[in-house]
Every structure is written in structure tokens, then in C-alpha cells.
T-cell receptor, first 117, second 109 residues
């Protein structure tokens, strides 16, 4: 496996379900990110982890709970979601977070398409 | 506030040249990124400009003018596989990427 891998690729869940999205990177990067992508809207940064420590939480509702057990794995735990949370959730990684250099180049996973009924 | 403006959609012909413009207003500036995203796929990195001028990379070039808050992506010798969305993302003073909504480029034979 190379690059950034996300599972599952598609997820349908009810508003009372609990599910998790998983992301794994095989690039030796130190920073990992969760983004939300809705149709025709800009990418929304949700969370940033740098060396396993959360460094950014962009006012994301508590029904989204991230977990970063090590610098290669990132999870997004989902519970009591709303239909408006339906979107493509993208994981990304970079060598570093912050600093004006190519180390901030993001490598994205293919995304998890979430539908909340 | 911070704002990115790029056209929603553009159409071009195979073999031609197209320029996708991006204007931005950010709190500080630490470079600008362009990404390509094919439908249903992950965004992939195309270019990074931090100084004024043109950066050429094969068929793709990216230009930056910091004083004008302006960048463009130039695609030459267009191929059908270039049909995708192109995302402009400047980085602000906090090293946060500010994303545009993307320009959907449609290539016609």
C-alpha cells in the first residue's frame, strides 16, 4: 500500500448510528488532516494532528470525534449525525504542518462518501 | 475576511490553451497552492508559488502576483484527461490553507 488510504469508501448511516472513518498514510509524514468536502463548496478543514497532537479544531461539532493513535493512523468517530453532515470526508497528510515551504504539500486520500439518512 | 474567487466552470478544446484565474484576499500570505481533482478522486498537488512570477512544470504553469492578490494556472496542449476541478489555495499568516470552491474544467474534442 502506498500513499493515503481511507476506509470505507462509502458509508450510509442513520442519525442514531455510531461509525468510524479510518485513514492510514504510508509516506512517513508527521501531520494528518480531516477535511469535509460538500458539493460546490470549498474544502473545510476540520482537524489537524501534528506528531499525534491535535493542533487544530475548526469549531467542529462534538458529534465528530477524531483520534490519532500514531502518526500513521487517523480516525474520525461519528455519532448522532445530521443529514447536513452528508459529504465527502477527505484525509490528508503532509511532512509538516505550518511553515511556508513545500513540506506543507498535502497528499490526500480518495475520501469516504458519507450519507446520513 | 478571507476570500478566494475563481470561475465556477470553464470549457476549452482539446489541444488548446486555457488560463484559470484566482484572486484572493487573505490575512497575510505564505504562498499559494494549486490542486487538481478528478471527479470522485482525491485532490492532487500541482504547484506551489511563494514568489512573484511564473513557475513552469511541463504542460502546466502557475503565475503569482502578490501585490495584486492574483494567481493563474495555465494549461497548454489540453488533453481530455485534463477535465477536472482545479482548486486554488493560498496560505495565510497562520499557515492555514484558504480554499476556493474550485473551477470545473471541461475539455471538448
Amino acid at each position: 500500500e502506498t500513499g493515503v488510504t481511507q476506509t470505507p469508501r462509502h458509508l450510509v448511516m442513520g442519525m442514531t448510528n455510531k461509525k468510524s472513518l479510518k485513514c492510514e498514510q504510508h509516506l512517513g509524514h508527521n501531520a494528518m488532516y480531516w477535511y469535509k468536502q460538500s458539493a460546490k463548496k470549498p474544502l473545510e478543514l476540520m482537524f489537524v494532528y501534528n506528531f499525534k497532537e491535535q493542533t487544530e479544531n475548526n469549531s467542529v461539532p462534538s458529534r465528530f470525534s477524531p483520534e490519532c493513535p500514531n502518526s500513521s493512523h487517523l480516525f474520525l468517530h461519528l455519532h448522532t449525525l445530521q443529514p447536513e453532515d452528508s459529504a465527502l470526508y477527505l484525509c490528508a497528510s503532509s511532512q509538516a504542518s505550518g511553515g511556508a515551504s513545500g513540506a506543507n504539500v498535502l497528499t490526500f486520500g480518495a475520501g469516504s462518501r458519507l450519507t446520513v439518512l | 475576511g478571507q476570500n478566494i474567487d475563481q470561475p465556477t466552470e470553464m470549457t476549452a478544446t482539446e489541444g488548446a490553451i486555457v488560463q484559470i484565474n484566482c484572486t484572493y484576499q487573505t490575512s497575510g500570505f505564505n504562498g499559494l497552492f494549486w490542486y487538481q481533482q478528478h471527479a470522485g478522486e482525491a485532490p492532487t498537488f500541482l504547484s506551489y508559488n511563494v514568489l512573484d512570477g511564473l513557475e513552469e512544470k511541463g504542460r502546466f504553469s502557475s503565475f503569482l502576483s502578490r501585490s495584486k492578490g492574483y494567481s493563474y494556472l495555465l494549461l497548454k496542449e489540453l488533453q481530455m484527461k485534463d477535465s477536472a476541478s482545479y482548486l486554488c489555495a493560498p496560505m495565510d499568516s497562520n499557515y492555514q490553507l484558504i480554499w476556493g470552491a474550485g473551477t470545473k474544467l471541461i475539455i471538448k474534442p
